[in-house]
């Protein structure tokens, strides 16, 4: 991409990610925005995540979810989501690189990107 275009929404939009550990959903960024007085329309919001997310500068996810929460780390990770509460985390441990290779042989594909999503429970939801 060209030269990068933050506009003050997008800007905003950023900034809000950027600060967020929970991975947000656009609802949750148009609420945040909110809270700090800011009011943005949907349209705003989508086209603002679709420029941020073709620019590099934040990850969409699709983490099995109808809505699609997004990420400012963009450097390769993987994600973790409780079935139970819907909390979303990190996985830094590295995949292994005889399993992309095992399926690079097995589909005759050559890998160019693995985004893995993890299921299971969290230890709050564990517990309980």
């Known amino acids: 991409m060209s030269k990068i275009n933050l506009t003050i929404q997008r800007k905003a ?9 929970d991975h947000p959903t656009a609802a949750d960024i148009m609420e945040r ?15 603002s995540l679709r420029y941020l997310t073709d620019a590099g500068m934040i990850r969409e996810l699709k983490l099995g979810e109808t809505a699609s929460r997004y990420d400012a780390r963009t450097d390769e990770h993987q994600h973790i989501v409780c079935k139970s509460c819907g909390r979303v985390e990190e996985v830094l441990t590295e995949l292994p690189a005889e399993w992309v290779s095992r399926v690079a042989e097995e589909t005759k594909f050559k890998v160019l990107h693995a985004d893995v999503v993890l299921e299971g429970m969290c230890e709050s939801c564990a517990s309980q």
């Open 33 to 47: 925005l909110r809270e700090e007085g800011r009011s943005f329309a949907y349209g705003t919001i989508y086209n």
């Open 13 to 21: 939009i950023l900034e809000v990610i950027q600060q967020s550990h």
